[in-house]
Structures are given as C-alpha cells and as structure tokens.
C-alpha cells in the first residue's frame, strides 16, 4: 500500500489517500494539546504507542460485533483506514465522574455514575465543541433521529465491552470519545480509543494513566501511556 495525497492534519493524526480507493492512511502523531488547543506539547512515542492501542481495541471490539474502519497497521505509527462519511459529532460517553461533567454540574471527581451517560458534542474547534441535545442534532441536519438511536445503541454498546475488556487489564474506563461515520448506509466507529481521547484510571490506585496526566501537569506522561499500551498487549497475548 502506498502513501498518496496529503488530505487533512488534525491535533493528534494526519490523513492521506492511498493508492486503493476508500482506503485511507491515518498516521499518528506525537503532538499533545489541551484546553482546544490552547495548551500545545510532544508525549514521546505517542503516535506509535496510540496506533498500538487503537489497533489492538479496534480487532477486539470487532470480535464483538462492532463494525469499525480499521483495515490493518500498516507501521509502527500508521494504521489503514476505510473511508467514511464521518458525521460531524463527538460521542462521549462517562461512568464515572470527571472532566467537564465535574466542572457543569457539581458532582465531586470519582463518584461512579449510577448509569453510563452518553453526551454529543459539535465537532468544531472554532465553536469549542458545543454539549448538543438530540433535538439541536436533528435540527442542525447532523443526523436523522433514527442515526442517533443507532449512534447512541452503538456507544453504549462499545461502552460495555470496553469497561470489562479494560478492567481485565485493571483499568477504570471512565469516560471516553467516539466519532462514528457511515458506510453502505451502515453506522461505523471510526477515529481512535487511545489515552487521548479517554480517560484511564488504576482499578486499585485510581492513578491517571491518560492525557490528563499533561493537561494537569502531573508529569509521567509518557510512563502513563507507555503502561496501558503494556496493559493492552498483555491482554492480546
């Protein structure tokens, strides 16, 4: 497979054609930020440790029945990608109480969510990326009511086989992103679950092993992620 032409750069991966149609080449970068952008580093080796992981998570959550773009990895920092049309949404979904949710409505970090809750956010760097409803969905033309339900099975669905995938390797999944697209009118998880997009505690210690480690200038960074990639391999083996 060959590189073709240079497509689009976002904060955490470049995306190029290839010289097969529909198949893309997500390569992944070693840039960090934080805050939409206003926080700007380098995490060493984090394009690789994160193609790593979304490789191993991808072939998982295929065994159980998600359909995702991932092809194959192509090289330590590039996975192969089927091309989809991305619906302009982040899906994020919380088990326990962190991040934005603790700063809007008060709940105290750590406390486990009687129930996952899932949220959508407008993709949209520029505007912040907006907490939406489902009727701003709609009403934006983001998706069609019946999209969301689907969406939103499939979010929950993932959260599942995640949370008990990850808690063998003794991790707390406590919340994460999706981005979903379409393909032959079916809905697809597309992007990454990396410790970019979410975030990883210690079952037993509750130490953060994720990007909040360089958001809150905890230091360790690069250790964190170094140590749920050996995680996640351990649980391939």
């Given at each position: 497979?060959?590189?073709?032409?240079f497509?689009?750069e976002?904060?955490?991966?470049?995306?190029?054609?290839?010289?097969?149609a529909?198949?893309?080449?997500?390569?992944?970068?070693?840039?960090a930020?934080?805050?939409?952008?206003?926080?700007?580093g380098?995490?060493?080796?984090?394009?690789?440790?994160?193609?790593?992981?979304t490789?191993?998570?991808?072939?998982?959550?295929?065994?159980?029945?998600?359909?995702?773009?991932?092809?194959?990895?192509?090289?330590?920092?590039?996975?192969?990608?089927?091309?989809?049309?991305?619906?302009?949404?982040?899906?994020?979904?919380?088990?326990?109480?962190?991040?934005?949710?603790?700063?809007?409505?008060g709940?105290?970090?750590?406390?486990?969510?009687?129930?996952?809750?899932v949220?959508?956010?407008?993709?949209?760097?520029?505007?912040?990326?907006?907490?939406?409803?489902?009727?701003?969905?709609?009403?934006l033309?983001?998706?069609?009511?019946?999209?969301?339900?689907?969406?939103?099975?499939?979010?929950?669905?993932?959260?599942?086989?995640?949370?008990?995938?990850?808690?063998?390797?003794?991790?707390?999944?406590v919340?994460?992103?999706?981005?979903?697209?379409?393909?032959?009118?079916?809905i697809?998880l597309?992007?990454?679950?990396?410790?970019?997009?979410?975030?990883?505690?210690?079952?037993?210690?509750?130490?953060?092993?994720?990007?909040?480690?360089?958001?809150?200038?905890?230091?360790?960074?690069?250790e964190?992620?170094?140590?749920v990639?050996?995680?996640v391999?351990?649980?391939?083996?």
């Open positions: 497979m060959q590189k073709g032409e497509l689009y976002g904060k955490a991966k470049r995306i190029y054609a290839t010289d097969e529909g198949v893309f080449w997500m390569e992944f970068k070693d840039d930020t934080a805050g939409n952008g206003q926080k700007r380098t995490i060493g080796g984090k394009g690789r440790i994160n193609a790593e992981i490789q191993h998570v991808f072939e998982r959550l295929a065994r159980g029945g998600v359909r995702t773009h991932l092809l194959r990895q192509e090289s330590p920092t590039v996975l192969l990608v089927r091309k989809l049309d991305m619906f302009k949404l982040e899906v994020v979904v919380r088990n326990i109480a962190a991040g934005s949710l603790v700063k809007r409505i709940l105290k970090e750590g406390i486990d969510l009687p129930q996952p809750i949220e959508l956010y407008l993709k949209d760097d520029a505007l912040g990326d907006p907490l939406l409803n489902d009727d701003h969905v709609i009403a033309g983001l998706a069609t009511e019946r999209e969301m339900v689907e969406i939103k099975a499939a979010a929950r669905k993932i959260n599942d086989l995640l949370r008990a995938y990850f808690r063998t390797a003794g991790l707390l999944l919340d994460f992103k999706l981005e979903f697209g379409k393909e032959d009118g079916q697809v597309g992007d990454e679950v990396t410790p970019d997009t979410c975030r990883f505690w210690d079952e037993k210690t509750r130490e953060k092993l994720d990007k909040d480690r360089f958001r809150q200038d905890l230091g360790g960074v690069e964190a992620y170094q140590e990639l050996r995680r391999v351990a649980q391939n083996a």
